[in-house]
T-cell receptor, first 110, second 115 residues
Framework: DAKTTQPPSMDCAEGRAANLPCNHSTISGNEYVYWYRQIHSQGPQYIIHGLKNNETNEMASLIITEDRKSSTLILPHATLRDTAVYYCIVRGAFGYALNFGKGTSLLVTP | GAGVSQSPRYKVAKRGQDVALRCDPISGHVSLFWYQQALGQGPEFLTYFQNEAQLDKSGLPSDRFFAERPEGSVSTLKIQRTQQEDSAVYLC?????????????FGPGTRLTVT
C-alpha cells in the first residue's frame, strides 16, 4: 500500500472549517483513501473513504486531487469534540489491514 | 445497532501470567481484525479472520500470541507468559467483507498493563 504523509499537528477554531491535508504521491489506480480518527482513549472511528471522486457524508467531505496524489479531509464546522488524531490511510485492492502511521493531531479551540 | 464490543476494558497482569481478551464483532460481519496500539503510536495490525479461518497472522509479535474465532463470530486473543513489552491497547475491528471498499469498525479496546 502507498505511504502517506500528514502534518503532525494542526489547530482550528471552533465553528470554522478544519482542512486536514494528506500526501500519497505513490498511490496506484486501485487504491482507496481512507480517513479515521481516534479520540483520546477510544477506538478509531471511521470517517470517510474514496477512490477517485470526492465524497461527502454526515461527518465530513473528502476531496481527492485529479492526479490522486493528495487529498484533504474537511470538517465543515469543527466542534471541541472533533479534537482527535486523524489518520489518512491508503488501502490497496489486496490490503485488508489498515496501516495507520502517525496521523495529524487536531486541536479545536474555543 | 450494536457496535463492536471488547472485554475486559482494562486488564492488569503480572509478568508471566496468561491473558485472554474477547471481541464481539458486529452481527453479520464476516471479517475480523486485531490490532495492537502502543502508547503514543498508531494501531498496528496483528491478525485477520475471514469467518472462522485465520487468513493472516503475520503481525503477531511472537508465538506467545494466539487468536481464534472458532464459530466465525466471537474472537479471543490470548497472550501466554505476558511480558512488559506486551503492555498496550488491543483493538478489535470487524467489517462486512475484507475488500478495500469495506470500512472496518473498531471496538473501544482492551488496555493491558503487565507489571
Amino acid at each position: 500500500d502507498a505511504k502517506t504523509t500528514q502534518p503532525p499537528s494542526m489547530d482550528c477554531a471552533e465553528g470554522r472549517a478544519a482542512n486536514l491535508p494528506c500526501n500519497h504521491s505513490t498511490i496506484s489506480g486501485n487504491e482507496y483513501v481512507y480517513w479515521y480518527r481516534q479520540i483520546h482513549s477510544q477506538g478509531p472511528q471511521y470517517i470517510i473513504h474514496g477512490l477517485k471522486n470526492n465524497e461527502t457524508n454526515e461527518m465530513a467531505s473528502l476531496i481527492i486531487t485529479e492526479d490522486r496524489k493528495s487529498s484533504t479531509l474537511i470538517l465543515p464546522h469543527a466542534t471541541l469534540r472533533d479534537t482527535a488524531v486523524y489518520y489518512c490511510i491508503v488501502r490497496g485492492a489486496f490490503g485488508y489491514a489498515l496501516n495507520f502511521g502517525k496521523g495529524t493531531s487536531l486541536l479545536v479551540t474555543p | 445497532g450494536a457496535g463492536v464490543s471488547q472485554s475486559p476494558r482494562y486488564k492488569v497482569a503480572k509478568r508471566g501470567q496468561d491473558v485472554a481478551l474477547r471481541c464481539d464483532p458486529i452481527s453479520g460481519h464476516v471479517s475480523l481484525f486485531w490490532y495492537q496500539q502502543a502508547l503514543g503510536q498508531g494501531p498496528e495490525f496483528l491478525t485477520y479472520f475471514q469467518n472462522e479461518a485465520q487468513l493472516d497472522k503475520s503481525g503477531l509479535p511472537s508465538d506467545r500470541f494466539f487468536a481464534e474465532r472458532p464459530e466465525g463470530s466471537v474472537s479471543t486473543l490470548k497472550i501466554q507468559r505476558t511480558q512488559q513489552e506486551d503492555s498496550a491497547v488491543y483493538l478489535c475491528a470487524s467489517s462486512l467483507e475484507a475488500g478495500p471498499s469495506y470500512e472496518q469498525y473498531f471496538g473501544p479496546g482492551t488496555r493491558l498493563t503487565v507489571t
